[in-house]
């Protein structure tokens, strides 16, 4: 019998899904894994479990955890009941495909990014981009190291913000372009495009910004 429960992936807080009572799930793994010409070994290394998982996973012994299942089902930008058959299928009312899946990781960083900049918390907008993370604060300028992206958003946090809104405008695989739109209480409205990507982890691996000041409103 099929019950609805709430799963934790790695691109969204939550997910409604219909896990349906299987006790063991089929997979395709090992064929996916094989055309593209990798050992157990790199295709663990891929998605950061150890070679006897997969070998478990590839050979029935073990079900896959349902993030491991999202991020390889993600890597081939396929329905999940694609990679993986029977134990794991979308109800009827949370069948998304997975540009929808990723438009809400992008939808969670910005919210998770804007509440954060309201409140100056350079600390916890910093997070949201990885260790090594390309940071172009103009097309031409990129920021050396973490320690630059720290002073940055010190100095846009700085900023005192009247309100502050953002808009996606379209998106590929995992890479967002959005339109940020900043009005401070001097009355100077600051009208931003923003062009990142995410890893699985929903950290922030590259990020480049244009903007264009004006005095008066938009």
């Known amino acids: 019998m099929s019950k609805i429960t709430i799963i934790h992936v790695p691109f969204l807080t939550k997910v409604v899904y219909n896990v349906v009572g299987d006790k063991n799930m089929r997979n395709h793994i090992k064929r996916y894994r094989e055309e593209e010409g990798l050992t157990q070994q ?3 290394d891929l ?3 150890f070679r006897k ?9 073990a079900d896959a955890k349902l993030d491991l299942a999202f991020k390889i089902t993600a890597h081939y930008n396929a329905f999940i009941e694609e ?3 029977s134990k794991y299928r979308f109800s009827t009312i949370s069948r ?9 990781a992008f939808d969670n960083w910005f919210q998770d990014m804007i509440t954060n900049w309201k409140k100056k918390k350079v600390d916890k907008i910093v997070e949201l981009f990885s260790e ?7 097309p031409f300028e990129k920021l050396e190291n973490k320690g630059a992206i720290i002073t940055a958003w010190q100095d846009i946090a700085a900023h005192n913000i009247k309100s502050l809104t953002y808009t996606i405008l379209g998106q590929q ?4 372009i959005a339109r940020v739109l900043i009005e401070e209480k001097d009355d100077r409205i600051v009208d931003m495009i923003y062009s990142f990507e ?11 910004q244009w903007y264009n000041i004006n005095e008066g409103e938009v």
Do not use: P, Q, S, W
Not at 53 to 61: A, N, P, Q, S
Not at 132 to 138: F, N, P, V
Not at 173 to 176: E, V
């Open 173 to 176: 695989n995992n890479r967002c």
């Open 47 to 49: 998605f950061g479990i």
């Open 53 to 61: 998982t997969l070998y478990e996973i590839e050979t029935g012994k």
């Open 42 to 44: 790199e295709y663990a």
């Open 83 to 85: 990679v993986f058959e």
């Open 198 to 208: 995410l890893d699985h982890d929903k950290k922030c691996t590259k990020f480049t």
């Open 132 to 138: 090594e993370c390309e940071y172009y604060e103009t």
């Open 96 to 104: 998304f495909n997975f540009e929808e899946l990723r438009r809400l």
